[in-house]
């Protein structure tokens, strides 16, 4: 089983709405190292772009596009120019990128065609690509940069949108810069771990 840490799997179980009534888990029966059965993780495209779309609408319905709204005593938009990422901010709901063709291999045996699409068709055709839940993705972004309830996001949260290729101690490989490079190749590396288990903890 993929060992993920506690607030993913807990964003996964409000964020999706996966269950109607929750109760709390006891201490004895708790599993530190099944939080999500390998079955549910690697699940490919368990959610439509239509779904995912839906999802991210309902979670920003409005995106303070132009930093209008107040922050520490000015603007987001004054405050955001300071420390160089002037508006507009582009919520993930309203993202689109070009996307450079992948072609299948190893670990993501599916290819991925080339085109301007929005983040949910990126978030689905990796899902498919590479065999992982799309829950599992967004649950990813929202951990790694708050993408998915984010209102203002800045251009740095989505280009490590991720956090693959982004180490605590340095700037993010430019290799894996941007959304979807970001979002693939983390799908792609949780094939790795469960392909080649003897490389990783």
């Not at 239509?50 to 319905?61: D, G, M």
């Not at 409005?62 to 930093?67: E, I, L, R, S, W």
Request: proline share 6%; glycine share 8%; with cysteine.
């Amino acid at each position: 089983t993929l060992l993920l840490v506690i607030l993913p799997a807990l964003i996964i179980v409000g964020m999706m709405g996966l269950t109607r009534h929750t109760s709390a888990l006891s201490g004895s029966t708790f599993q530190p190292g099944r939080i999500i059965d390998d079955g549910l993780f690697y699940r490919s495209g368990d959610m439509s772009v239509t779904e995912i779309q839906n999802f991210l609408n309902a979670k920003v319905p409005v995106c303070d596009t132009a930093g209008t709204k107040p922050y520490a005593g000015t603007t987001r938009a004054a405050y955001s120019i300071s420390r160089g990422y002037p508006p507009p901010f582009i919520c993930l709901k309203d993202y689109t990128a070009s996307v450079s063709a992948m072609a299948a291999d190893t670990y993501c045996t599916g290819g991925i065609s080339a085109g301007l699409k929005t983040s949910a068709q990126i978030i689905r055709e990796v899902s498919v690509a590479c065999n992982i839940s799309s829950k599992v993705l967004l649950v990813l972004l929202q951990k790694e940069q708050i993408l998915v309830t984010d209102d203002w996001p800045w251009p740095n949260q989505t280009n490590a949108a991720t956090g693959y290729g982004c180490p605590d101690t340095s700037s993010c490989d430019p290799s894996f810069v941007g959304f979807f490079n970001q979002v693939y190749y983390a799908a792609r590396q949780y094939q790795r771990y469960d392909k080649q288990p003897q490389l990783f903890n």
